[in-house]
């Protein structure tokens, strides 16, 4: 019997990665219902998930609005960008990895203009960078950052950027694809006026949508901007507004699961509940992995619970493709690394996953190691 069996029972493969993640049994049963989009209880339900991720943002009474998109994280991003902009605006896109070169790209898709600062993936923005390059161009309207940097686990000063943000007058938009819902932000008091997350990241949803959290003032402010029918982030907004409903079909499988994932969270505690839990995983699994002699990418000060880089360890037997195949054989699915100038791989701490899980996932790693006639530390 191998440990999954042992602990769970009824789950598939766990799954150490950052999204789509391994969901709750309830998460998953809350789907086998066929509703109507335009069914009263669906549009209840759509309400609900609103006000819930308003609250979880700690911005229900702040003058924000929580408006769902479908399509994964990218599209919500894609959404904001390309409503937001005005034809005169500049972007100033603050990257430390894969997920910030992907804000960029899409704005240079939508022809936007841009500036980069761009930092090694595992060092954390220069503050004072980025405030000296907006008092030098007064031409960037808008700011761009990453919360959790899912290349490699780094937490970016989401609160500090924002800060500078609105010192200087800008539009704040945050990615908070993989941490929103585990790691603690105040979405106002962070000066944030556009966050974006997912159905399947630490909310552990499936996925299907991507939600976004935007001030009133400033979403309204780009009326005439957008760029796009189906990604029309100010029009989606005024058609849940109008009569609850989606604008066009929406995931309504996706959206009963969420409502569940969401009652969930409650029940844990809330953000705090679920950041307790995912550090634990963390913690348990980077002395597990020390132990056996695995080394991280990151510095543990700029690490965040939610995913874990490791580099390859320094073996002749080591091969990525194998060692993957052998966990995954045993029902445990990692992740390959993103980092471009390190060879490394991830492990997730998100999803339905417990120390448990973690436990037996350190297991079988050993067991995998041993198999390939791996020692570390030799
Ligand atoms: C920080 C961040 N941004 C954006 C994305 C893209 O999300 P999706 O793959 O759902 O489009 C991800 C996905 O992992 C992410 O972690």
């Not at 991720?53 to 702040?62: E, K, Q, S």
């Not at 490699?152 to 908070?176: C, K, L, S, W």
Request: proline residues 4%; glycine residues 10%.
């Amino acid at each position: 019997m191998n440990g999954k069996q042992k602990i769970t029972g009824w789950k598939d493969k766990i799954l150490f990665t950052p999204g789509p993640l391994t969901t709750s049994r309830a998460v998953k049963q809350a789907m086998l219902q066929d509703l109507g989009s335009r069914d009263f209880k669906f549009i209840e339900t759509v309400r609900q998930i609103r006000r819930d991720l308003l609250a979880l943002g700690g911005v229900a009474d702040a003058g924000y609005e929580a408006i769902l998109m479908q399509g994964s994280g990218t599209f919500g991003i894609e959404a904001t960008l390309s409503t937001i902009t005005p034809p005169d605006g500049k972007w100033l896109f603050i990257i430390n990895g894969a997920y910030g070169r992907r804000m960029n790209l899409i704005a240079g898709v939508l022809g936007l203009e841009t500036a980069v600062l761009a930092y090694p993936e595992n060092r954390k923005p220069n503050l004072l960078e980025i405030e000296e390059t907006l008092a030098q161009d007064p031409a960037i309207t808008h700011i761009g950052v990453v919360h959790c940097e899912t290349t490699t686990g780094i937490i970016n000063q989401v609160e500090a950027i924002g800060g500078i943000a609105r010192r200087h007058g800008r539009v704040y938009f945050v990615d908070a694809m993989s941490s929103f819902g585990a790691i603690p932000l105040n979405v106002a008091e962070a000066k944030i006026d556009f966050l974006v997350s997912s159905a399947n990241k630490c909310i552990e949803g499936v996925p299907g949508f991507s939600f976004v959290l935007a001030r009133r003032e400033a979403l309204v402010a780009a009326d005439g901007y957008a760029r796009s029918v189906s990604l029309n982030l100010l029009a989606q907004w005024r058609g849940l507004e109008a009569n609850g409903q989606f604008r066009f079909t929406p995931p309504t499988h996706a959206l009963l699961a969420f409502a569940q994932a969401l009652a969930e969270l409650k029940m844990e505690g809330g953000v705090r509940g679920r950041y307790g839990r995912y550090q634990h995983n963390y913690q348990t699994l980077v002395a597990g992995m020390r132990k056996m002699g695995f080394t991280e990418y990151l510095k543990p000060e700029d690490q965040g619970p939610i995913i874990t880089s490791f580099h390859y360890p320094d073996h002749p037997n080591f091969d990525f493709k194998r060692f993957y195949e052998a966990l995954n054989a045993r029902d445990f699915v990692i992740y390959p690394g993103k980092v471009s100038d390190a060879d490394c791989f991830r492990i997730g701490n998100i999803g339905r996953i417990f120390e448990a899980d973690v436990r037996s996932l350190l297991a079988a790693i050993a067991d995998v190691l041993d198999e390939m006639g791996i020692v570390l530390g030799e």
